[in-house]
């Protein structure tokens, strides 16, 4: 076992674990967008299509979880025994705020005189669950005290200014996806509905892009040095340079009321904005504390689990994409949704 | 101990949701089964009344299914919240493990089951069985793993320990088929089997009982009643194998179990008493004489560690291991004694007019998720003061958390768990207090249904075939 393999599996599975991070924001962004413009559409019709509209697939988008988690757990498991306590009470409220509105997607059919409380229970627990993801992300860019091989902080560490703004920040992008997926899925009322929260949330998530990315240098010197200093600064230029193409893809096509346009455009700013947190975190997984080498679990564990992900996530990968193919087209309202 | 300490806290809280979390997979691997063998009988008889029995059994699968994978979700997070030390020492051992647990798991979830709950009428018969049969494998699969996982944590083997303390491995066939494995999978299965068989049968006996003479209400019942009696007799010599394998890698957890506290030639058998620890004895004890030593060593002079054997702080809480056993074992008796009387009415051609046995399946509906989760406790209350027995204490495998914000997580879990799993529970007796049809209504396809995970339900609907 030779430093060099070690150090390849363990990038693998760091290049893994982000990848499933990266299409868990993209996939469940949308479905949990969509629970959370719920209350700016309160007919009752128009949710009815909303929630038709990811009821297929948002159970599958948040399976991407799961294997983030339990991939961290496998191969990283000093990562995760660090960065799960110190997210404590994030992490609970958004696991609380998942089981709520996936409930939600069965019991809402069940009744008429409860309807309006899994309406609720849907909106609470989307929003919930993106704000929570949002602090948890913006606490572990803070960075964790960490001690021997333990968290080392408080249980209110995470709150803080910065987390709170990532907090909003994650809420009002996943509400952009949402609407940027309702433009393309839906027609008529809710396509025009889509279109008007599509603008303001763009615009909003433009703003707290900007403003975490301004915020995040300075929470941290190497993260600096990575956007100030040459010869690095070569290497991420080309990150804002791309987000301000996305930006005005964004624009154009929602101000031309296209409908494909914005939904790619959103996903360049949500791609890109991940490769530069990537940036600011390698070579480490927990920031500042331990890298990806420190955590990562020996060779034999790694290479045990690579084997058969190596085999079925190409299989799930092409199965996602059949089941999205299978539901191309627009969403009808309920009664009409096959034909 | 202090009840309100963070390490009882984060024990109870983990005893909570996985006791809640064991309840749907335990139904959920034994009903795909069922539907697996409904989907096989109807291809090979052609007999309507299996299709609308799978039909019927299709839709309440859906709900719990669902339920499991959300409360399931829950658990994989729980190991690093509450557990971390546990956890960053076990990850190199147990995290791949859990890996292929959440890769079957999820490949079963996107592949399967949405051509199982709605693609009969696209791909045709064949593909449907097959879907049908890869999710009762998938169930199978996920329990293999986690049942891998669990019994690595009470029977260790194939591991070395490295230089940051962790648990690696040296040999994963060692890891993966570790001692005591075989045994608790078998044990399990064979549980799950039994308490779907029981609901079944509960389900079938109450339409009997209300008049619904109908084809699916008997066919359900008297195949429930075939496996409570082939079942049963098999699942108490298999708990026998377990116990056997116990009493050679965890004496302790035997000597609770039986409430053992001396150690003599030709132990008794303890049908009941209480516990008394200050005093290392059982009080008014009913005891079989030799009969635990003819149980445990198959010889009637054989010994049995006691409890007094073990220092104090490698014993076991011997109360909540003697009741909970007693419960588990009481429950599969009770399960014999209804599969022997069940045979009795068959034998005479009163299967479908014995209206006291039919009184007594109800009642013994939901006994199976108890026997569950009483063996549950039996097992890991059993193998404490450890998480991994023998070698890492649960006082050291416990996250640095404050007591504060674990004790408000556990009541945020408490509130949760029973409002919307309780609905749940409410939307499945519905389901089950509806009569199985002659033509079981198919899924609704204009609603979403949680479980149905990525599927192209309206999709692969045939245009022009109305469900």
Request: charged fraction near 10%; proline fraction near 6%.
């Given at each position: 076992?030779?430093?060099?393999?070690?150090f390849?599996?363990?990038?693998?599975?760091?290049?893994?674990?982000a990848?499933?991070?990266?299409?868990y924001?993209?996939?469940?962004?949308?479905?949990?967008?969509?629970?959370?413009?719920?209350?700016?559409?309160?007919?009752?019709t128009?949710?009815?299509?909303?929630?038709?509209?990811?009821?297929?697939?948002?159970?599958g988008?948040?399976t991407?979880?799961?294997?983030g988690?339990?991939?961290?757990?496998?191969?990283f498991?000093?990562?995760?025994?660090?960065?799960?306590?110190?997210?404590?009470?994030?992490?609970?409220?958004?696991?609380?705020?998942?089981?709520?509105?996936?409930?939600?997607?069965?019991?809402?059919?069940?009744?008429?005189?409860?309807?309006?409380?899994?309406?609720?229970?849907?909106?609470?627990?989307?929003?919930?669950?993106?704000?929570?993801?949002?602090?948890?992300?913006?606490?572990?860019?803070?960075?964790?005290?960490?001690?021997?091989?333990?968290?080392?902080?408080?249980?209110?560490d995470?709150?803080?200014?910065?987390?709170?703004?990532?907090?909003?920040?994650?809420?009002?992008?996943?509400?952009?996806?949402?609407?940027?997926?309702?433009?393309?899925?839906?027609?008529?009322r809710?396509?025009?509905?889509?279109f008007?929260?599509a603008?303001?949330?763009?615009?909003?998530?433009?703003?707290l892009?900007?403003a975490?990315?301004?915020?995040?240098?300075?929470?941290?010197?190497?993260f600096?040095?990575?956007?100030?200093?040459?010869?690095?600064?070569?290497?991420?230029?080309?990150v804002?340079?791309l987000?301000?193409?996305?930006?005005?893809?964004?624009?154009?096509?929602?101000?031309?009321?296209?409908?494909?346009?914005p939904f790619?455009?959103?996903?360049?700013?949500?791609?890109?904005?991940?490769?530069?947190?990537?940036?600011?975190?390698?070579p480490?997984?927990?920031?500042?504390?331990?890298?990806?080498?420190?955590?990562?679990?020996?060779?034999?564990?790694?290479?045990?689990?690579?084997?058969?992900?190596?085999?079925?996530?190409p299989l799930?990968?092409?199965?996602t994409?059949?089941?999205?193919?299978?539901?191309?087209g627009?969403?009808?309202?309920?009664?009409?949704?096959?034909? | 101990?202090?009840?309100?300490?963070?390490?009882?806290?984060?024990?109870?809280?983990?005893?909570f949701?996985?006791?809640?979390?064991?309840i749907?997979?335990?139904?959920?691997?034994?009903?795909?089964?069922?539907?697996?063998?409904?989907?096989?009988?109807?291809?090979l008889?052609?007999?309507?009344?299996?299709?609308?029995?799978?039909?019927?059994?299709?839709?309440?699968?859906?709900?719990?299914?669902?339920?499991?994978?959300?409360?399931?979700l829950?658990?994989?997070?729980?190991?690093?919240?509450?557990?971390?030390?546990?956890?960053?020492?076990?990850?190199?051992?147990?995290?791949?493990?859990?890996g292929?647990?959440?890769?079957?798991?999820?490949?079963?979830?996107?592949?399967?089951?949405?051509?199982?709950?709605?693609?009969?009428?696209?791909?045709?018969?064949?593909?449907?069985?097959?879907?049908?049969a890869?999710?009762?494998?998938?169930?199978?699969?996920?329990?293999f793993?986690?049942?891998?996982?669990?019994?690595?944590?009470?029977?260790p083997?194939?591991?070395?320990?490295?230089a940051?303390?962790?648990?690696?491995?040296?040999?994963?066939?060692?890891v993966?088929f570790n001692?005591?494995?075989p045994?608790?999978?078998?044990?399990?299965?064979?549980?799950?089997?039994?308490?779907?068989a029981?609901?079944?049968?509960?389900?079938?006996?109450w339409h009997?009982?209300?008049?619904?003479?109908?084809?699916?209400?008997?066919t359900?019942?008297s195949?429930?009643?075939?496996?409570?009696?082939?079942?049963?007799?098999?699942?108490?010599v298999?708990?026998?194998?377990?116990?056997?394998?116990?009493?050679?890698?965890?004496?302790?957890?035997?000597?609770?179990?039986?409430?053992?506290?001396?150690?003599?030639?030709?132990?008794?058998?303890?049908l009941?008493?209480?516990?008394?620890?200050?005093?290392?004895?059982?009080?008014?004890?009913?005891?079989?004489?030799r009969?635990?030593?003819?149980?445990?060593?198959?010889?009637?002079?054989?010994?049995?560690?006691?409890?007094n054997?073990?220092?104090?702080?490698?014993?076991?809480?011997?109360?909540?291991?003697?009741?909970?056993?007693?419960?588990?074992?009481?429950?599969?008796?009770?399960?014999?004694?209804?599969?022997v009387w069940?045979?009795?009415?068959?034998?005479?051609?009163?299967?479908?007019?014995?209206?006291?046995?039919?009184r007594?399946?109800?009642?013994m509906?939901?006994?199976g998720?108890v026997?569950?989760?009483?063996?549950?406790?039996?097992?890991?209350?059993?193998?404490?003061?450890?998480?991994?027995?023998?070698?890492?204490?649960t006082?050291?495998?416990?996250?640095?958390?404050?007591?504060?914000?674990?004790?408000?997580?556990?009541?945020?879990?408490?509130?949760?768990?029973?409002?919307?799993?309780?609905?749940?529970?409410?939307?499945?007796?519905?389901l089950?207090?509806?009569?199985?049809?002659k033509?079981?209504?198919?899924?609704?396809?204009?609603?979403?249904?949680?479980?149905a995970?990525?599927?192209?339900?309206?999709?692969?609907?045939?245009?022009?075939?109305?469900?």
């Amino acid at each position: 076992m030779s430093p060099e393999i070690s150090f390849d599996l363990a990038t693998i599975w760091a290049g893994l674990i982000a990848f499933a991070v990266l299409a868990y924001v993209m996939l469940d962004g949308f479905d949990l967008g969509v629970g959370i413009l719920f209350p700016f559409l309160p007919e009752e019709t128009d949710r009815d299509q909303m929630m038709n509209s990811v009821a297929p697939v948002w159970d599958g988008n948040e399976t991407w979880l799961v294997l983030g988690g339990g991939g961290l757990f496998a191969v990283f498991p000093l990562a995760y025994s660090i960065i799960m306590p110190a997210l404590y009470a994030p992490i609970i409220g958004m696991l609380l705020a998942l089981v709520f509105r996936g409930v939600a997607f069965e019991y809402r059919w069940k009744t008429k005189a409860g309807k309006f409380a899994w309406d609720w229970s849907f909106a609470g627990g989307s929003t919930v669950a993106a704000f929570a993801q949002g602090i948890a992300l913006g606490a572990l860019v803070q960075g964790i005290p960490v001690e021997g091989r333990a968290y080392a902080g408080g249980w209110w560490d995470w709150l803080t200014p910065f987390s709170l703004l990532t907090g909003v920040a994650v809420v009002v992008g996943y509400a952009l996806l949402g609407a940027i997926w309702l433009i393309w899925k839906c027609e008529g009322r809710v396509q025009q509905q889509a279109f008007r929260h599509a603008q303001w949330t763009g615009i909003a998530t433009v703003v707290l892009i900007g403003a975490v990315s301004v915020w995040t240098p300075f929470l941290n010197e190497a993260f600096r040095q990575k956007w100030f200093v040459w010869p690095t600064l070569l290497y991420a230029a080309p990150v804002p340079a791309l987000l301000a193409v996305c930006v005005l893809a964004l624009w154009n096509g929602l101000d031309g009321q296209h409908e494909r346009q914005p939904f790619f455009a959103a996903l360049g700013l949500f791609g890109l904005s991940f490769a530069g947190l990537c940036v600011n975190f390698y070579p480490y997984i927990v920031p500042s504390s331990v890298t990806i080498h420190e955590a990562a679990a020996p060779d034999n564990s790694l290479s045990f689990l690579l084997v058969g992900s190596v085999v079925l996530l190409p299989l799930i990968l092409a199965y996602t994409a059949y089941s999205y193919w299978a539901f191309r087209g627009k969403v009808g309202v309920v009664g009409d949704y096959h034909h | 101990m202090d009840v309100f300490d963070a390490l009882t806290l984060a024990r109870f809280q983990f005893a909570f949701t996985v006791s809640f979390h064991i309840i749907f997979p335990a139904f959920s691997i034994g009903l795909a089964s069922y539907l697996a063998v409904l989907n096989g009988l109807w291809l090979l008889t052609r007999r309507k009344v299996y299709f609308s029995l799978f039909q019927y059994w299709k839709k309440i699968f859906a709900v719990a299914f669902g339920m499991g994978v959300v409360s399931g979700l829950v658990m994989s997070y729980q190991f690093g919240t509450n557990w971390s030390v546990f956890s960053d020492k076990t990850g190199p051992v147990l995290g791949p493990m859990m890996g292929y647990e959440v890769l079957s798991a999820f490949f079963l979830e996107a592949g399967f089951l949405g051509i199982m709950l709605f693609g009969l009428k696209r791909v045709g018969e064949t593909l449907h069985f097959i879907a049908t049969a890869m999710v009762a494998l998938g169930t199978f699969m996920s329990a293999f793993w986690i049942l891998s996982v669990n019994s690595w944590m009470q029977t260790p083997a194939g591991y070395a320990i490295n230089a940051a303390g962790q648990f690696v491995v040296t040999d994963w066939v060692a890891v993966i088929f570790n001692p005591s494995f075989p045994y608790r999978l078998v044990h399990m299965l064979l549980a799950a089997y039994l308490t779907t068989a029981f609901v079944v049968g509960g389900v079938g006996a109450w339409h009997l009982l209300k008049g619904h003479g109908n084809p699916g209400a008997k066919t359900m019942f008297s195949m429930a009643m075939w496996m409570a009696a082939i079942v049963a007799p098999i699942q108490i010599v298999a708990g026998d194998f377990h116990g056997l394998n116990t009493l050679e890698h965890q004496p302790a957890k035997i000597a609770a179990m039986e409430g053992h506290y001396d150690s003599h030639p030709g132990a008794p058998l303890i049908l009941f008493g209480i516990p008394n620890p200050a005093e290392s004895r059982i009080d008014y004890a009913l005891e079989l004489p030799r009969l635990g030593a003819l149980i445990l060593t198959h010889s009637w002079e054989g010994s049995i560690r006691g409890l007094n054997e073990f220092p104090p702080e490698q014993r076991p809480p011997v109360q909540i291991v003697f009741w909970s056993f007693r419960v588990m074992v009481g429950i599969g008796m009770a399960m014999l004694g209804i599969g022997v009387w069940s045979l009795l009415m068959r034998w005479r051609g009163r299967l479908f007019a014995a209206p006291w046995l039919h009184r007594a399946a109800v009642a013994m509906g939901p006994a199976g998720f108890v026997a569950v989760v009483a063996g549950w406790i039996t097992t890991e209350v059993g193998r404490q003061p450890y998480t991994v027995y023998g070698l890492l204490k649960t006082v050291d495998s416990v996250s640095p958390i404050a007591a504060a914000a674990v004790g408000s997580s556990l009541v945020a879990f408490i509130v949760v768990y029973f409002a919307l799993f309780g609905a749940g529970t409410f939307y499945i007796v519905r389901l089950m207090k509806k009569p199985p049809e002659k033509v079981e209504p198919d899924l609704p396809t204009d609603e979403p249904i949680r479980a149905a995970g990525i599927n192209p339900a309206p999709a692969l609907k045939v245009p022009g075939v109305v469900s």
